[in-house]
């Protein structure tokens, strides 16, 4: 199935180049057209973009999320044969955290050696952010994960548990924020129901003009009971939710 996959790759690029020779939009003669890919082992996200040879012109680019892979991108084209000197220009883009915790742009701008390509022949190109920060390219149309993945890291990003509890607090701090406003709604109704009912009616009335249509108006008592019953369902639905985040934690 694997080595199905890749012929089926082969069999694509070369229509890519039928396609690119016969509208014009590249040529393609000097090489061949590959998808490209970036993978993010590390904590911070990043963008690259490829440049065109001998320019500062972007030919293909994306963002990659902490300890994630992209997407698929069309194309840069890579020469026919492997060569020794064979580099490509990446300007890349770093986002990491100052000691106030405020996020920072990195730019740089590399030219990275291109490894010895996989059966003589270019495959899909790939653009690694490494643990430590450095980055890499690889050529292959085997992905990370596969056996025949020529490449230094061996599978695909795998979250830090650091990571994974910045994320989770983040959650808990979401649901810490829903929970405390059930109680300030709770208690406002309690303490004065008639501007809390006055500004729930306000607010139906501009984002969900149906959804109270079968009561009077602000002052009704089913309203304000109605009011009383959603406002505790969420409060015990948050606070259930809460409570397990902080179980599940890692």
Sequence with gaps: MLQTYVELLRLARRAII?????????????????????VNYTAQAFSYQLLKPGSEIAEVGETIS????????????????????????????????????????????????????????????????????DFSLVSSDFQPNSPKWPGSIRGWPVPSLAYQQERWDLLIK?????????????????????????????????????????YSG????????KLKVEYESMLKDRTAKLMQLKKERP
């Excluded at 590399?110 to 490894?115: E, L, Y």
């Design 18 to 38: 039928v396609v690119f020779s016969v509208g014009g939009i590249a040529a393609c003669s000097d090489g061949t057209a590959v998808s490209v890919h970036g």
């Design 66 to 133: 902490p300890f994630s892979a992209g997407g698929i991108v069309c194309c840069y084209v890579l020469p026919d044969k492997w060569r020794p000197d064979l580099k490509v220009r990446v300007r890349t883009t770093v986002w990491e955290k100052d000691v106030q915790g405020e996020l920072i742009e990195k730019v740089a701008l590399s030219d990275i050696q291109v490894p010895r390509f996989q059966n003589g022949e270019p495959g899909e190109l790939w653009v690694l952010r490494h643990p430590r920060g």
């Design 174 to 214: 979401h649901e810490e924020g829903y929970v405390e406003l059930a109680n300030e709604l709770i208690q406002e109704l309690s303490s004065n129901p008639e501007k809390r009912a006055r500004e729930a009616w306000e607010f139906a009335e501009k984002n969900g003009p149906n959804e109270y249509k079968a």
């Design 218 to 225: 602000p002052e009704d008592p089913r309203f304000r009971a």
